[in-house]
């Protein structure tokens, strides 16, 4: 088997058509050379009837609701290919690419090789019918320089799977939030072979009603929680890793927890005192607090706000800062 598409699934009724016939509108034989494995993390909508249409033509997995980090790690157990690439369920590819995709990345004996994505809103439909065509279209992979492309992500990532093996890169289970940023640093920790191609051939759906879109406490809460989790693992691999990895990838490890010192501080903005004092005492039990000034937040092209925000949460490190930020916050929120 060349390629397992991996999907995971959960209450995505209204878009998983679009997702598995997508997958099935390719340039290589399904179950053949390719293979879809979809996960279904118990959906309490319509999902499993429509993953159930597709017969044999899927391997279809199902599990209590567990979180899409359980579902991609047991889908990844049944996974039989030489690569493998995780689609999100609400989200579909571009026909006739999966050729073309393997070709190039067996060429250059990459371990890992992203692509670009396209951000379509959330009504968009799936223009092309499946065609049961096993005929290559003309597409020319180019590389680009590593920055000129969206950030690294489960979705718009093909991995060699006895990379992930021989390192051991599942996702951290019990995130609510980052789980990919994590993935991605594991991923590139230990090195691999990597390319990145311009070509957009992946569809993300922008969905306004979902979780990441949500500020309510109980979500703040589990933010929190996940940059927690974040920023406890950059520090175990720091300790456990210290001796195998360059002191480039030392100084980016490094930067990686001065920035989730950072997220830690802000998240606990949001939830009051009592959370503030907790993850201060934490950070300095942890010798990470406090942390260098982050100058490099400070840009703009993430947009005003990301820019406006960069500034409140600059001088986090300073306490005082912190204190006097924390006392302005709580006061407007019961205005």
Known sequence: MKLSIVIPVYNVANWIDDCIRSCMNQDMALKN????IVVNDGS???TMSHLKAYGNDIVIVDQPNSGVSVARNNGLQHAT????????GDDYIEPNVLGGLYQYIKRNKLDVLNIAFNSVPDMTVYPAPIS???KSETIEFKPVLQGTINQMVACNTLSRLEYIKSHNILFKEGMWYGEDTLWAFWMLLFEPKREVIYNKVYNYRVRQGSAMHSHSEVTNKRWLDSMLLMHETYIDALVNYSNEISDKQKTNLMARINWSSSNLLFGALRLGKVKRIEILHYLELKGHYPYPILWNKITYKNGLNNLLLSFLTLFFP????YTVVGWIYDKLKKV
């Open 318 to 321: 300073c306490k005082l800062y």
């Open 33 to 36: 050379e390719y293979e879809i």
């Open 44 to 46: 309490l909508d319509d």
């Open 132 to 134: 049961n065509t096993s």
């Open 81 to 88: 290919g030489e690569y493998v690439w995780y689609i999100d």
